[in-house]
């Protein structure tokens, strides 16, 4: 019994950690940047391969150029149709391209804005 009323007095002496809830904001908001700029990346890379496939005359049947195909028509935005030359390879690379300069762009924006909020600042 006397081994019981040590452990209990012992638990009771633990200093208590404390949390840098500014250090642990700063942590998820630098985490949460990496994600979007990744998430970016990700995108702007998904409609590039587009544009490759397409100018390189890719077999759409293949199942990457179709999964490619559906993935960058949804991330081109209202950029699909903004330019129309007459060239059609011309037409995906310029439409698709600058959809994926957008995301490169905004993705960035939004880790800066991610990152100053959550209070890193860099």
Do not use: C
Not at 44 to 54: C, E, G, P, Q, S
Not at 88 to 108: E, Q, T
């Amino acid at each position: 019994m006397g081994e019981h009323a040590e452990s209990a007095e012992e638990s009771q002496a633990k200093p208590r950690v404390e949390v840098d809830w500014r250090k642990a904001r700063e942590r998820t908001a630098s985490i949460l940047a990496s994600v979007v700029r990744w998430l970016g990346l990700i995108f702007a890379a998904l409609l590039v391969l587009h544009v490759i496939f397409v100018v390189g005359e890719a077999n759409p049947m293949n199942g990457i150029v179709s999964f490619t195909r559906g993935w960058a028509d949804s991330l081109s935005l209202g950029f699909k149709d903004l330019f129309e030359p007459s060239d059609a390879k011309l037409r995906v690379l310029v439409n698709y391209g600058i959809a994926a300069v957008f995301w490169l762009v905004v993705s960035a924006i939004l880790a800066k804005i991610i990152r100053r909020i959550g209070g890193s600042g860099s």
